[in-house]
Structure formats: C-alpha cells, structure tokens
C-alpha cells in the first residue's frame, strides 16, 4: 500500500441534521424481518442453489418465522421462476407468509415477474433502480432526471400489471439501489415521485428500501441518512422505512441496529450473513442481539446448530467459527482465567437459578442452551487453560466433582500435556491422564484381598488384608474407627505409613444399577508435600480404600 494512494479515496458527506436523535433511542421491539436469502444471497453463491434446494431453504425459513421472504428475481432465470411456480402451485405458503420477488424498471422484466406471481395468495413486487452519482455518471450514464424517471415508469407498469392479478394482495416495495452513496435529498425526491404513482396509504403502505448496498462509511453516517430521510418523508405514515446492509466495511450489523434507532421499521438480510463480496447483514446476529437485550427477536433461533448444517450444505458457505452466535467456537473459552470465571458463573447458576431468573456468566452473552447448543463445549482445553476447565470437564463429562484442593494440581499436569503436544487435548485424553495419574494405582503397594469386621457398637473396624508390597506378599491389619483409618493403622503397624491423613470425601456417579463411587483422598507426607488419589468402585468403602493406596503409591513411588 502506497501513502499518496490513499487520495483516491474520497471521504463520506456528512449528512445535515440538526438535531439526531438516534443516538438517545433505545430498540423496543423486533423490526420486520425480511430473508432475502433466497435472492441476493443466492445471487452470490458460486454455485446457485438448485429448485429442490431453495424449497429445503425456504421451510427453514417459514420455521425460523419470517413472514416475509424475498424468493427470487423470476425474470433472470427459468430456475427462479418454475421455483416461485411449485412454491404457489403446491401450496408451500403458510398463509401469513408474503413471498418477494426483485425486478428491475424493464416492462419485459415486470410482465414475466408478475406472471410468476399468479395464484399466490400475498406477494410483495420489489422494484429497484441505482441512483448513486457514480452508478449515474459511470453505469448508466444518466441524469438524476432521467434515473427518476426510469423509477416513475418502473412504478407505473407494476401498479398496470398488478391490475391482471386476482386474488393476490400485492405489496410494493421500492428500493434506490445505492442509498447509502445518494445525495439524500435526491433519495428522497426518486421515492416521493415513485409514491405519487403507487399512491400508498396508511393502510396500505409502500415499503421504501434504503440500502447500503456498498458499505461506503461508517455506521453512525447511514443512521444520520435514515434519520433524516424519515423526518423528510412528507407522507411518512405511508411508508414502512426498510434498512438492507451491506458488509463491506465490516459494519452491517452495527448500521442495520443504529438504522433501527433512526426510524426504521424493517429489515432485509440473510442469515449468517451471506450475500455478495463481503455479505448482506447477518440476521441471526441482529436477531440475537435483541434477544441478548431481553427483546423478543420473533425469530426462533432454539436450534440454530440445525439452520447452520441445512445452511451449509444447501449454499455450499462454511460459518466461520467466530461468527457471533453461530461459530463453533463462540461460547468456547481456552484460557484459564475466563474458564474459571464461567464455571462460577454456571456453578451458581445451577443454585440460584429458580430465585434468580437473570442470566449472570462470565464471557458468555447468553445461555448458549437458548439456541440449542450444550455446555459441553464451553470450556476446551489447551496449554493456555487453567486449572478450573480440567475439573469442569471431568465434572461434566465423567461426572468427577473433584476437591477444589486437587484443581491445580490436576490443571498443571493436563496443560503440561497440551503444552508438550502442542494441542488441544479432548474430555477423553484429559480422562485417561485423569486415571493413569491418580485412580486406583497399584504400585508399589497393591490390595488383594480385604476382609473387615464392625464390632458391636458399630464404633469400631478391624480390617485384615493381603496385599503386595514392592513385589513381596504380606498380610496386614489394622483397627479403627472406620476402614480407612483402620487400614491407615494397618500401614502404620508394618512400620510403612509416612503420613498423616488430611481430606477425605466421596461422591456417587451417574445413577441406577451403573451407580459407581468415587473417592478423592489427600495425604501429607513426612516430607511435608501434599499427595492426592482417587479410587472409583462400585463399592463406596472399596472406594475409598483406593483413593487412600492411590495417595499412598503417589507419595511412595
Ligand atoms: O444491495 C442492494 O442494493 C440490493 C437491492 C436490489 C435492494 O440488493
Ligand atoms: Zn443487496
């Protein structure tokens, strides 16, 4: 990149309001949603989607609930319009679903677009012409009378050829392709013009699509030219105000949500975000952004993993995996810190949940079980996770609630592992280094056989057992007030123990007859380190006894 290239570049034109008011608004409620999927994002893809699967697409769409769905541009292409035919004559439209078909001002063009409309119940004819200076100057070469004109007459024949349909409520929607590069106050007079044809009324409102169909600056300015175009609009009460964005800079969702504060009553897009070059507005983020802000979006988004995979497959796109919301690896977290922050935040959750309805987790904008996606992949870990991810997993996962006392220990010689390998290490890997390193370890001293009796009053245990030590067999016993303090007397009389018994605690895993046990304890040996070991059996006191040889090897090795 040269410095003196950036010349070429021309700054945005600030738009002259006095008095914004955008800035001060809050969104109260879902705009209309308008999926122009099945058009502007078709028309982007390599390989454009076949009939059969527009008509997969377009259930999913009906399901998530749009009630406006833009399905074509019937004139350019057979496909589009024997898609639009078996949508119609098949009776795939739910009732209060409007189809929308694109047309540009070409009387050849509007006959054919409102030929493929016949039978459907409602339908919304897009009309759109460009009027930007530049398309004016190069593409068309043009005079802003001319290109109002081309939108006058465009008008004309669609409210003539509407004429010949019966039985459909025609709608129409007029877009000044290249809004957001238009002088406003000509945007403004093309529109009226066009509204003085359509004779739109309170009732029966014209749709005015303002897009920004290149992203030319920044958001702040496209809310500016919707604010604006709105206070101008002379019959605005006749109009429905609809934003379609474009991605170019990055910013489409962030003009599409201040294009709402502005005035703003409908919004085109796709979902994911798909569409030419860099895309059309991501009406999934939009969605959920609102819902994020406890707006109902009236969109379902519950199983957006589903959307995604039918998505996928059907435009042959991936979702990038740090897409908002619909990334794989959105509600992920690999660092120690923020895993740590997410457990407390789910952990509490857990509790209070029934008293405290707010959803309060650390890193995580919303329950990520509200659009269908699990806990399980919340917390993955690698050589930058910490100590709290481990003990998550195992605890999801493997059902291992772990001592906190364990965490970092456990945490240091699992991230060692990622480290070393350079990788993430998946729930089953950081289970096998789990139980190679600390559940019923049996060397040097292994437990053959155990045999215990309870004496009368139940207050004390004498234990005898075979075991192996070092490779030698001995028979050992011991009394206490329990077998694991009997067996830790056991140890004591062979002149073997070497420490002092600092926790123990147990737990059950899963439930019915596959109930298991698991025991964790943690010894102080002479030396004045800390050991740790887990026994798991079906049987609580075996359990134990494991945990307690586990602690015991560790120290001993
Ligand atoms: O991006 C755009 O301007 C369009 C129009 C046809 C509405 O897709
Ligand atoms: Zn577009």
């Not at 409309?117 to 012409?129: M, R």
């Not at 007030?481 to 600092?502: E, H, R, Y």
Request: aromatic fraction near 8%; proline fraction near 4%.
């Amino acid at each position: 990149m040269k410095s003196d290239h950036v010349h070429k570049y021309p700054k945005a034109k600030q738009i002259p309001l006095a008095q914004r008011e955008w800035p001060s608004r809050v969104i109260e409620k879902a705009p209309i949603w308008t999926s122009v999927d099945l058009r502007d994002g078709n028309q982007a893809l390599a390989i454009p989607m076949t009939i059969n699967e527009k008509l997969e697409f377009f259930d999913h769409l009906v399901k998530t609930g749009f009630k406006e769905i833009e399905v074509g541009f019937p004139s350019a292409s057979e496909t589009e319009f024997q898609f639009i035919r078996q949508l119609i004559e098949e009776k795939r439209i739910p009732k209060d679903v409007s189809i929308q078909v694109l047309v540009q001002a070409r009387e050849h063009l509007i006959k054919k677009t409102i030929e493929s409309l016949e039978g459907a119940h409602s339908a919304i004819v897009h009309l759109y012409n460009s009027t930007s200076p530049l398309q004016r100057k190069v593409t068309f070469n043009k005079s802003k009378d001319d290109i109002k004109q081309i939108a006058i007459d465009g008008t004309k024949l669609v409210k003539s050829y509407c004429k010949d349909l019966k039985g459909t409520h025609i709608r129409f929607e007029y877009s000044p392709e290249s809004f957001s590069d238009t002088e406003v106050d000509y945007a403004l007079e093309v529109c009226e013009a066009v509204m003085d044809v359509w004779e739109p009324t309170e009732k029966n409102p014209i749709i005015l699509n303002l897009p920004a169909t290149v992203e030319v600056s920044t958001p702040n300015v496209y809310a500016d030219q919707i604010e604006w175009f709105c206070k101008h609009l002379k019959q605005r009460k006749s109009a429905i105000i609809s934003l379609h964005t474009h991605n170019d800079r990055g910013t489409g969702v962030a003009a599409t949500e201040l294009g709402l504060l502005a005035g703003a009553d409908r919004v085109e897009g796709t979902l994911f975000g798909n569409g030419e070059r860099t895309g059309n507005l991501d009406i999934v983020t939009v969605a959920l952004n609102l819902y994020a802000q406890g707006i109902d979006p009236q969109l379902d988004f519950s199983d957006l993993n589903t959307l995604k995979t039918v998505y996928e497959k059907i435009t042959r796109m991936k979702v990038p995996e740090r897409q908002p919301y619909s990334g794989d690896l959105v509600f992920t977290a690999f660092s120690g810190s923020h895993q740590d922050a997410i457990k407390k935040g789910i952990d509490r959750r857990k509790k209070i949940s029934n008293e405290d309805p707010l959803w309060e987790v650390p890193y995580l904008l919303i329950d990520p079980k509200d659009i269908g996606r699990d806990y399980q992949a919340i917390i993955r870990i690698n050589s930058q996770s910490g100590k709290g991810g481990v003990a998550y997993i195992l605890n999801e996962d493997y059902g291992l609630d772990l001592p906190k006392a364990m965490h970092p220990e456990v945490g240091n010689i699992v991230n060692a592992q990622a480290d070393q390998q350079s990788t993430e290490l998946k729930a089953d890997t950081i289970y096998q280094i789990f139980q190679s390193e600390y559940v019923n370890i049996s060397t040097p001293l292994e437990t053959l056989q155990i045999e215990q009796q309870t004496d009368k009053t139940g207050d004390s245990v004498h234990l005898k057992a075979n075991v192996n030590y070092k490779g030698s067999p001995y028979k050992i016993e011991g009394k206490g007030n329990g077998p694991i303090s009997a067996f830790v007397d056991a140890l004591d009389q062979q002149g073997w123990k070497n420490f002092t018994l600092k926790d123990y605690r147990q737990h059950s895993i899963g439930s019915g007859s596959k109930t298991e046990a698991a025991a964790y304890v943690q010894i102080e040996h002479s030396n004045g380190k800390d050991f740790f070991g887990c026994g798991i059996d079906a049987n609580i006191e075996k359990a134990g006894l494991k945990a307690l040889v586990s602690a015991f090897n560790r120290a001993n090795l």
